[in-house]
């Protein structure tokens, strides 16, 4: 499949496949692209100049290690196991393992992650990446907006705003990436009549799927992307 021909409900593999394996590894993004799910999502921090997939600000609930991310060494974090006696990965193992067979969904979780994103991302586009391969998403809407314009945003939001449509107008959005409990069929409709895309967050249960689905959302992120495309007859 050609990674930018969206399907009428696009699966997101949601930290890969992350309700099979361990959240942000490799063998888990392996498994969403083995599995077809057409897009991947997975988080960054940027340490020492390197970026690093990894979801939370503290390394105790995925890793064998403790402390904080931001304040811990890359040697550190390196020495970590992730899961499955992996790794933390680097982004560039991700796309390496990806190599333009689905599409990234890259969400800016730590500090200053927007430029080395960007630069990094420009340097796959160099290479032959399609840049629509990517969609960049942050719930920090001022990091993300300093993303390079020419890589798709998605504003991402976790709690019910006054107004969705301001942000994602000054973002120049393409999407807007929602929590499951925030989705309503007004606020669809709004965000497709402001031609933004809606993707859903985080969509395990089956009559959940079939309910966003039957609501007219473009998009839902799951851990267990199996169940996504077998409910879409993507499978
Ligand atoms: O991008 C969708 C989702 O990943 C946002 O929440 O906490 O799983 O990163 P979280
Ligand atoms: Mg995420």
Not at 21 to 41: C, D, V
Not at 57 to 85: I, K
Not at 92 to 99: N, Y
Request: glycine residues 8%.
């Amino acid at each position: 499949m050609n990674i930018c021909d969206m399907p009428a409900l696009l699966c997101i593999g949601h930290r890969g496949a992350c309700g099979h394996e361990p959240e942000n590894t490799l063998s888990s993004f392996s498994l969403a692209i083995t599995m077809g799910s057409p897009w991947i999502e997975l988080d960054v921090f940027s340490v020492e100049g390197e970026l690093l997939v990894i979801h939370d600000d503290s390394l105790e609930r995925t890793t064998n290690g403790d402390g904080e991310v931001m304040t811990s060494s890359l040697e550190y974090l390196r020495s970590l196991d992730a899961g499955g006696h992996q790794q933390i990965p680097f982004l560039h193992e991700v796309t390496e393992l990806v190599d333009q067979r689905c599409g990234i969904n890259i969400e800016l979780k730590g500090p200053d992650t927007a430029l080395p994103v960007s630069r990094f991302l420009t340097t796959l586009c160099d290479e032959g990446w399609d840049s629509q391969a990517f969609l960049l998403s942050s719930f920090d809407h001022a990091e993300l907006e300093r993303a390079d314009p020419r890589f798709r945003r998605g504003a991402l939001f976790h709690r019910a705003v006054p107004d969705y449509f301001n942000s994602t107008s000054d973002l120049g959005a393409y999407s807007i990436n929602l929590s499951s409990r925030l989705i309503t069929q007004k606020l669809i409709d709004e965000a497709h009549h402001n031609n933004l895309k809606v993707y859903v967050y985080t969509v395990n249960d089956l009559d959940e799927i079939r309910q966003m689905e039957a609501l007219g959302v473009d998009g839902i992120f799951t851990d267990f992307p199996d169940r996504v495309l077998s409910a879409t007859g993507h499978s």
